[in-house]
C-alpha cells in the first residue's frame, strides 16, 4: 500500500477487521492512514492534527525517531504558563498539555502478528515483554508504538530491579504496577517509632515495598491487601525474594482492610485527589479522596488497643489547589482518630529540584509526611 493509502478499520458486517490493544484503555483511532520512511515529521503531526493515525509499515527506529520528532513538536508549540494563574488553573492546564502530546505521540500505530513480535523491519524482540503484558492469544494486533516502549521498558525494570537503600534491597516492579522510585517515604516508614505489638496491614500494598520494610523492622505478621491482580503477583514475588522467611501474606480483595484488627495499620494512598486518565495513574490519583477517607474511617474499627495508623501522604495536592489546608487534619478529626505525631520528609527526587518544570512552583514547597494516628479511646 501506499503512504497515502487509507484502511478500513471494519469489516462489512461491523466486526474489527484487527485487533486494537492498548496496555492504557485508550480507545481504538477511528481513522488510519498507512505511512513509511518517507513521511516527515511535519507531514505526519499535519495529519494527526487533524484527527488521522498513522500506521507505520517502514522501519522500526524511523518510527521511533518520527515519534521524539512529534514530541518536540508539541513542546516548541506548547503555550507558556501562566505565573499569576491560580495554582489548580496551572495545574489544569498542565494535565491539558500532557493529554495533548499524549494523543499526538500516541498516533504513531505498528502492527502486531500473532507471536506478538512487532512486525517491521529492525524492531527487536518484543515477544515475551508483550505477552507476559496481555497472554498468549489475541492474533495479529494494532499497538501504538508507544504502547510498545512502554511494556518494552517495564520488562526491562521488572530485570534489572529498583535499588531501595532503605532496606539494603532491590524491588522488581511489574508493568502495570507504580514503582517505589521516590523512597523518601520508605525512608520514613523504616525511622518511625513502632508500636507494641506483633501484627500489621498493609493496605494496598503495590510493590509490596511496605510490607518487606515492615518485616525488616521485625514485624512478625503482616497482612497485605492489593485489588490489582499484577500488583498481588509483583508482590509475592518480591516479598518471596527480599524477606524469604518473613509471616507476609499478600490477600486479594475488593475491600481495602483484611479481617480482624492489628497493632499497626499503613497507608500509602494516592496522593492527589482527581479522576486518573490511565491505569497507571490510579496510583497517582484517588477520586474525591476516596481511599484515603476510607483508610480513615476503617481504622477505628481495625486497630488493636494501643494500636496506630500511619498515614503517608505528600502535601503536593495543597500546593497544586486540589486540597484545602487542613484539610487531612478535619478528615482525621471527623474520623475519630487523634495524632500522636507527624514525621516529615522533603522529596528528593529529579523533579523536586527542577526549575523548568512546569509544577516547579509546588513541587519546591512539597513535604511528605508519615501521620501517626490512634483512636480517641486507644489513646485515652
Not at 498507512?34 to 518510527?63: E, K, P
Not at 512529534?70 to 489544569?92: H, M
Not at 506478538?116 to 505477552?131: E, G, I, K, S
Request: hydrophobic share 45%.
Amino acid at each position: 500500500m501506499s503512504a497515502t493509502a487509507t484502511i478500513e478499520w471494519m469489516h462489512e458486517d461491523g466486526s474489527p477487521a484487527v485487533a486494537w490493544q492498548s496496555p492504557s484503555g485508550a480507545a481504538r483511532p477511528k481513522r488510519m492512514q498507512v505511512a513509511d520512511d518517507r513521511m516527515s515529521a511535519d507531514a505526519a503531526y499535519r495529519l494527526i492534527c487533524g484527527g488521522t493515525s498513522l500506521l507505520w509499515q517502514g522501519d522500526y527506529y524511523n518510527a521511533r525517531a518520527l515519534v521524539d520528532a512529534l514530541g518536540r513538536r508539541v513542546e516548541k508549540r506548547r503555550r507558556a504558563p501562566d505565573v499569576a494563574a491560580a495554582a489548580i488553573d496551572r495545574f489544569n492546564a498542565h494535565r491539558q498539555a500532557q493529554s495533548h502530546r499524549a494523543h499526538i505521540m500516541n498516533a504513531v500505530l505498528v502492527p502486531v502478528d500473532a507471536s506478538w513480535q512487532v512486525a517491521l523491519r529492525r524492531a527487536p524482540d518484543t515477544r515475551a515483554a508483550l505477552m507476559a503484558w496481555h497472554g498468549n492469544g489475541a492474533g495479529p494486533a494494532i499497538m501504538s508504538l508507544r504502547a510498545v516502549q512502554g511494556v518494552l521498558s517495564a520488562a526491562e525494570w521488572e530485570r534489572k530491579g529498583i535499588p531501595i537503600a532503605a532496606l539494603d534491597a532491590t524491588i522488581h516492579p511489574r508493568f502495570g504496577v507504580y514503582s517505589p522510585l521516590r523512597g523518601e517515604y520508605i525512608d520514613l516508614v523504616m525511622r518511625a517509632p513502632l508500636p507494641e505489638g506483633d501484627t500489621a496491614f498493609d493496605l494496598g500494598t503495590g510493590t509490596g515495598v511496605l510490607a518487606i520494610a515492615l518485616a525488616k523492622r521485625g514485624v512478625k505478621h503482616i497482612r497485605a491487601t492489593e485489588i490489582d491482580p499484577r500488583a498481588v503477583a509483583c508482590a509475592r514475588d518480591n516479598i518471596a525474594r527480599v524477606v524469604p522467611r518473613a509471616d507476609v501474606q499478600v490477600i486479594t480483595s475488593g475491600e481495602l482492610y483484611p479481617s480482624g484488627r492489628a497493632s499497626l495499620i499503613v497507608c500509602n494512598p494516592p496522593w492527589l485527589p482527581g479522576r486518573p486518565t490511565t491505569p497507571i495513574e490510579g496510583a497517582l490519583y484517588d477520586p474525591d479522596s476516596q481511599m484515603l477517607n476510607a483508610f480513615l474511617r476503617g481504622l477505628p474499627d481495625h486497630l488493636a488497643p494501643q494500636g496506630e495508623g500511619w498515614l503517608i501522604l505528600s502535601d503536593l495536592a495543597v500546593h497544586l489547589g486540589l486540597r484545602a489546608p487542613g484539610a487531612v487534619v478535619d478528615a482525621i478529626a471527623a474520623a475519630g482518630l487523634d495524632v500522636i505525631d507527624r514525621l516529615d520528609i522533603r522529596p528528593r527526587h529529579g523533579k523536586a529540584n527542577d526549575a523548568v518544570d512546569p509544577l516547579a512552583f509546588a513541587r519546591t514547597q512539597e513535604v511528605t509526611s508519615l501521620w501517626r494516628l490512634s483512636t480517641k479511646r486507644s489513646g485515652a
